[in-house]
């Protein structure tokens, strides 16, 4: 069930059997030569899109602008700074709070997110902690978040599909997820060298200057609409079971 595709009073009978929604969490950020610029955003959405029938869950809008600054050297990639990504995700955690969500659980597609996405859930915990005591007792309020690609079991068919080049950006398990989900989008583009080189990197002009395709250890030519279902169908099994213990957990 999707928020943006449901009616209020639809979204309130939802939350009468349930106080959980998902929120899809990813960046706009270049993704090497074959790989579509919102591929981060687009794997969460796909799988969580996969994952509706099999499970009872509603599904929020996609946090689509993520921490990018590193990638800002190559055409299109958008950024968020750390401070305004939390302010940001502390009002869409309260404006679900208003209506009596009390777990939220953010499906992260951009490992550039998980520090920020964690200091985003102290920060929204250390205002309820420093409150003044108060008589009304504030809602059950729990945070979760998950890199799509750490469902268990996801990890194990990316290898199996991509025994080598899967990478670390622009891996060809997420450029594979987004084909399938845009069959329409797909690239045939020769890469050099095949699999790109590793290693760190600090501001947009040293990435560029490191990686100068946009690619981390990928060879994403490999990607196939395929191999891309194959992953999606893994990852939603293993989101609705991962769902579904979040939303029961005592
Ligand atoms: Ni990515």
């Given at each position: 069930m999707r928020l943006h595709l449901s009616t209020w009073p639809e979204v309130e009978t939802y939350l009468n059997r349930s106080r959980t929604i998902l929120i899809p969490i990813g960046s706009t950020e270049q993704h090497g030569p074959?790989?579509?610029?919102g591929t981060d955003a687009l794997c969460p959405e796909i799988i969580a899109s996969a994952t509706e029938d099999l499970t009872d869950m509603l599904v929020g809008p996609t946090f689509s602008v993520g921490i990018a600054q590193h990638h800002l050297g190559f055409a299109g990639s958008m950024t968020l700074r750390p401070s305004t990504m939390i302010a940001v995700m502390k009002d869409w955690t309260d404006s679900l709070i208003r209506h009596g969500f009390e777990r939220i659980f953010w499906l992260n597609g951009h490992g550039g997110n998980v520090a920020t996405i964690q200091a985003a859930f102290a920060e929204i915990y250390s205002e309820r902690s420093l409150a003044p005591p108060s008589n009304t007792k504030p809602n059950d309020l729990r945070l979760k978040s998950m890199n799509w690609w750490e469902l268990p079991s996801v990890m194990d068919v990316c290898r199996r599909e991509f025994p080598t080049g899967d990478g670390m950006h622009a891996t060809a398990s997420e450029v594979a997820v987004t084909y399938a989900g845009y069959p329409d989008q797909v690239r045939s583009v020769e890469m050099s060298p095949k699999i790109a080189p590793v290693g760190g990197f600090r501001d947009a002009d040293d990435y560029r200057s490191r990686f100068p395709d946009g690619r981390i250890g990928s060879d994403p030519s490999q990607a196939t609409v395929e191999k891309g279902k194959t992953i999606i169908a893994a990852a939603a099994n293993s989101l609705a079971d991962t769902f579904r213990r979040f939303a029961d957990e005592a």
């Open positions: 074959n790989g579509l610029v």
